[in-house]
């Protein structure tokens, strides 16, 4: 690749930006025809998971709160996680990305080499990618991953009596975002938890094997407990006491006079993987009980056995 | 589905929208898990051909000269082009959909049923997506296909005294954007080649046989057969001759005194597909003969012998 330089998109030109975003060093071997023709062509096993994930300026991220390395490796995360809460392993992103031709173009090369790394981490690479014109930044990643041998870990496995297990930190993005809409910059954990999420892909595929079902948590621990709930036609009793509420949240809540646990319970973002698991198996590494299946009631998720009335998670059209 | 209904985006919800916008009974049998899971998963032959683009309000479409179903087809269009263009069948496609809340949901719903139609005609259905707040509407639309049996027909094949042909429509997209750009609304074979183009994806399938270089015209007739050109290492030299100017064409560019070749030889959009072939083969049906490839000279592409001085295409960052 060449240095971005210090010009715009509208110096640089459409094909100048794609010269300088493609890196064909990174490609995997599972990459048989990378960048540069119609399409990529990506050596798969026979069934493939799809999932697509779109990130806006101004609605999912701000460029004075994330880094255009941030908004990468996010945006990346998002569809990962996806793939990873089947247990499945990511072979290829591909990414559709528009700008404002104003764009610095170093910025356009920086939001490149995020969506690589956070590619890398989950053994995979940015096979392809469109990059057009838009009145704002928006990165669209499309994740594509072989399903584990045993078929894909479905929303709609859970059984009454079954675990309910996370693995990976919930509420931190939300607790960063409260930081950053206040007008700070620390605590830095929660910052960089709203800058891009830590996500435990291969703990995806190891939990493949024993999962009833699995999601991953984007919406909020609440929303997303309840898609497998609906999905399943169980209900998932959520023990709040079962964890303890990290000092980075439980002293940004105590300054803002917030309660920690309605981030914890209806953040988004975090890309944790929630999953069921029978009783009688061992939980994979990573994962920690938080709660039990049972039998369908009224609500489709109960914290501490009683219904939640701080609402559930992110709704994009509402307010 | 349900009624869309005569409210907004904001009033429906996203999750209101996506009841409303999928559609199970359109699936095809590829399609082995559809929407309502972290993933899509779909049964593919092995070697995976994706690619992914992105239409954006106010750059590639405006709501008062396309419909809601005109810019789903023409999103859809752009990528199972592509994947016709490397002489593949789509088996699925996965849309991300920005909007801002205020958009009526009866045009959101109805983009889904445009991205729906034109996907069946090639075959194919959409098996998942991404609905997302944004400030102006974006379709991002990613498609997987399987490659033909023999590989993908890449654009670096084209060999000097292989025949230049093509198949479908060029120029008349770009000649009923300058109709609309006039503020007229006919002819109506014009506009209506604006609104999304007739791809004849089947003939991209039966080339994949014989051709030895394809590409779809996306950005222009002189720019992507420079793209053939620059990866195969030669020159294709095409004859303006070797076609009639269609008579749609001819009349709107005598009466806006404009030379219709230029619409035909820079203007992007339709996605006919172009390709090489041996000139001992017989040319699939549908394609004519429009050149030649020759030994590469200093231009990647030559009209009638010559270096052309018209421009080649369209670049999105620039003017």
Redesign the interface.
Known sequence: MDEPGTG???E????G?IERIVDPSGLTDAI??GP?????????????????????E???FRQDWSSAIDVGRRAAAASLA??A??G?STR?L?????AP?STPSAWAVACAAGLREEAATAGACV??????????I?V?V????D?PAGG?V???GAKAGDVVAICGRFGWAAAGLAVLSRGFKSPRALVDAHRFPEVNYAAGVAAAKGASA???VSDGLIADAGHIAD?SDVTLDIDAASWEIPDALASAAAAYNVDPRVWMLTGGDDHALLATFSPRKKLPEGFFRIGIVVKRTDDPVLVNGQPFAGGSGY????D
């Open positions: 715009t998109l509208a640089l030109g459409e094909f930006l048989v025809v540069g023709d119609d399409t990529a062509l990506v050596r798969m096993s026979g069934e493939v998971l799809i999932t697509t994930d779109m990130l806006v101004g609605v999912h996806d793939i809460a089947m499945g290829a591909v990414v559709s990305f528009g031709p096979a392809g990618g469109d990059v057009v014109s838009s009145p704002s928006v669209c499309t994740a594509i991953g399903a894909p479905l929303r709609s699995m999601i991953d999905a709704d994009h059209f509402k």
